[in-house]
């Protein structure tokens, strides 16, 4: 969904971005191409184990009188079915002793299996891990 973002660039800094529809949603990237995806990021990052429903864009005509100065509005492409962080119960069969290891191994990191088990599966499909 298309949302409109201030950004601005100040000579010798990377460019910043706020988003106003998600209140403290800020990103920065070294390049506007770049900054899409760091918008993205950030949103993901905000709505992260939120339970608060996502807003619409708001109309850009509504945003101009508002405290932003020095720099330019742009649309991004937010895909906010990444921003949705209901929960959905699954049944999945694990052998026995790689529960028992995962199990293990989450108590020293002090987390939790469901939410080991589907971030470090999103780093694998992200090719964050090999």
Same mark, same amino acid.
């Given at each position: 969904?298309?949302?409109?973002?201030?950004?601005?660039?100040?000579?010798? &800094?990377?460019?910043? #971005?706020?988003?106003?529809? +998600? @209140? !403290?949603?800020? $990103?920065?990237?070294?390049?506007?191409? =770049?900054?899409?995806? &760091?918008?993205?990021? #950030?949103?993901?990052?905000? +709505? @992260? !184990?939120?339970? $608060?429903?996502?807003?619409?864009?708001? =109309?850009?005509?509504?945003?101009?009188?508002?405290?932003?100065?020095?720099?330019?509005?742009?649309?991004?492409?937010?895909?906010?079915?990444?921003?949705?962080?209901?929960?959905?119960?699954?049944?999945?069969?694990?052998?026995?002793?790689?529960?028992?290891?995962?199990?293990?191994?989450?108590?020293?990191?002090?987390?939790?299996?469901?939410?080991?088990?589907?971030?470090?599966?999103?780093?694998?499909?992200?090719?964050?891990?090999?």
């Amino acid at each position: 969904m298309l949302y409109p973002v201030y950004v601005h660039h100040d000579k010798g &800094a990377a460019y910043g #971005a706020t988003v106003p529809d +998600f @209140e !403290g949603c800020f $990103a920065a990237a070294d390049s506007l191409r =770049d900054l899409p995806a &760091a918008v993205q990021e #950030a949103a993901e990052a905000l +709505f @992260e !184990g939120a339970d $608060a429903g996502i807003p619409e864009p708001s =109309d850009p005509e509504e945003l101009n009188g508002q405290d932003f100065q020095g720099g330019s509005w742009a649309f991004i492409d937010i895909d906010t079915a990444k921003l949705n962080t209901a929960k959905e119960r699954v049944n999945i069969s694990v052998p026995v002793f790689a529960l028992r290891e995962i199990d293990e191994y989450i108590l020293r990191l002090g987390e939790n299996r469901s939410h080991f088990l589907y971030t470090s599966a999103l780093k694998v499909i992200r090719g964050e891990v090999a």
